[in-house]
């Protein structure tokens, strides 16, 4: 597919209640973490990227990762995966992309930012990790 097949749309993930004094970066394809951030008091972090969108749809660009045929998702890394040396965490949170809903990725075409809401804390209070769903579903901003 050529790059004049796809369409560049604005994403949000937004980390709420994350754990305090951990870091939290956003990883590229390479797993090096991207626009880390750490929240000193438990604020929300939040990660603005673009993605590639083509028919089918089909997901691209510099933060989509895959699995298989059809599931693509972005990576927030956590800890030392966030390059905080000497932290205690090393995890990921995967967020899925490719459930994002046709209308939703018409609306991000159109100039929309397509935001998720996750929980940066487990039950047991660490830092939330693995398959991560968001708390509020995907929607257009």
Request: proline content about 7%; aromatic content about 6%.
């Amino acid at each position: 597919m050529t790059g004049k097949d796809q369409t560049e749309i604005r994403m949000r993930l937004v980390i709420d209640n994350p754990v305090p004094g951990v870091a939290h970066g956003l990883q590229d394809k390479n797993s090096h973490p991207v626009d880390t951030k750490t929240s000193k008091d438990g604020k929300p972090l939040t990660f603005d990227f673009a993605i590639r969108i083509g028919p089918g749809p089909k997901f691209y660009g510099e933060h989509v990762r895959s699995e298989g045929p059809e599931r693509r998702f972005v990576y927030i890394a956590i800890g030392e995966q966030a390059g905080q040396k000497g932290s205690c965490w090393s995890r990921r949170m995967k967020i899925d992309i490719h459930q994002i809903t046709q209308a939703l990725l018409d609306k991000a075409v159109k100039g929309k930012v397509l935001e998720a809401t996750l929980n940066g804390t487990g039950k047991d209070g660490t830092p939330s990790c693995a398959t991560v769903s968001p708390t509020q579903p995907w929607r257009a901003v």
